[in-house]
């Protein structure tokens, strides 16, 4: 093989790597827009049981989140030994599998600084204006 072969299989590598990227950023974007969504269309005079439906989003969104950083993190490890091989190395695997471990597994990377401090703030968002907000317009004094 030779270095186009290389740099070819490095390119795969890096799309994958930026595919994960914009699904994870879209991710994002769907989860503020629907969280937003459903609170508006909630009435003040809906069934508090309706708002609980938010939850669910969030948590499948969370977890899609950090599935899509998870194999992120896992293809730039893989782009890293790629890029480390000699050419005659280079067998255009894209098998990162052997990489889901430490840092880069889903459960860490769910719950990694960025992607917990952004789910937390939309779940801390939503217990907000779902308990803490109602309580306050009642003077503390509604059920």
């Known amino acids: 093989m030779n270095t186009d072969s290389k740099l070819k299989h490095l390119e795969f590598i890096q799309n994958v790597i930026t595919r994960m990227g914009n699904n994870s950023f879209l991710i994002k974007g769907w989860s503020v827009t629907l969280v937003a969504a459903l609170f508006a269309l909630a009435d003040k005079d809906t069934d508090q049981s309706y708002s609980a439906v938010v939850y669910l989003p969030v948590f499948a969104f969370w977890w899609l989140d950090g599935y899509f950083l998870s194999q992120e993190r896992q293809y730039r490890a893989l782009f ?13 695997s894209m098998d990162a599998s052997s990489y ?32 803490v907000i109602p309580r306050l317009k009642c003077g503390g004094a509604c059920l």
């Open 100 to 131: 889901n471990k430490g840092y880069r597994s889903w459960f860490r990377t769910a719950f990694s600084k960025t992607v917990f401090s952004f789910h937390g703030v939309l779940l801390t968002a939503i217990v907000i204006v779902m308990f």
């Open 80 to 92: 890293n030994d790629v890029a480390a091989k000699s050419d005659d190395q280079v067998d255009f």
